[in-house]
């Protein structure tokens, strides 16, 4: 049962159909907050800092990766709410595959997660349904060189995958000029939004994004 459901979660993350999307469910959070955040990471750009040695996440060619699903007030985030324990065995095995690293698993429940009003399996689940939300552009499937663009481009390729989305409702991170994450805003029933007003764009120029290779560099 455990690869029944983890080859339906690839399949729903690959072909980008309606019926994969629309499986998501309201999310159930028990908290008060505005709306969330789906920062989905850049794995190459990740993998290719010094921080990266010894990450499981590197040992394969991952593209976009989901970094974390954050609840958000309109100005500002709680964080660190409580103190949790970790993540269970069985439940970072399923999100692997999103998440490829056990440590970012735990980090993220302790420091977002715990702010949602959910317990830890149901924001797991949430966090899947928000990733199935999302189509990633084709041009970003496995890039086998790297690609020059800027803010503009990725976003508009962003919206034409994902109609409803706005340029208001998606922000992008870089180090240096390295696309490094693009985060997506969402209501609490997964519809996009505009996101808060200290949430924009942090790359400026020309952007590059590195290819899909495995390992750190």
Known sequence: ??????????????????????????????????????????????????????????????????????????????????????????????????????????????????????????????TERARRRIVIPEVYAAPAKPITTNVAEIERNFMKANPGLTAEGIALSCKSRWLSEVRICLNQEFAFRECGRDVSDRCRGAVSIRPSTPGRR
Not at 32 to 52: G, H, Q, R, T, V
Not at 75 to 86: A, E, L, N, S
Not at 93 to 98: T, W
């Open 1 to 126: 049962m455990r690869l029944l459901a983890k080859l339906l979660l690839g399949l729903c993350l690959a072909v980008s159909s309606a019926a994969c999307r629309a499986e998501a469910p309201p999310a159930k959070a028990a908290a008060s907050f505005d709306y969330w955040i789906l920062a989905l990471s850049w794995s190459p750009e990740y993998c290719a800092s010094a921080k990266s040695d010894g990450e499981q996440q590197c040992e394969r060619a991952y593209q976009f990766v989901v970094h974390g699903l954050w609840p958000q007030y309109e100005i500002g985030y709680p964080r660190d709410c409580k103190r949790v324990d970790r993540v269970p065995a069985n439940l970072v095995e399923r999100m692997l595959p999103l998440m490829p690293s056990e440590r970012l698993i735990d980090h993220e429940w302790r420091k977002h997660g715990a702010c949602t009003g959910l317990d830890v399996k149901e924001y797991f689940l949430q």
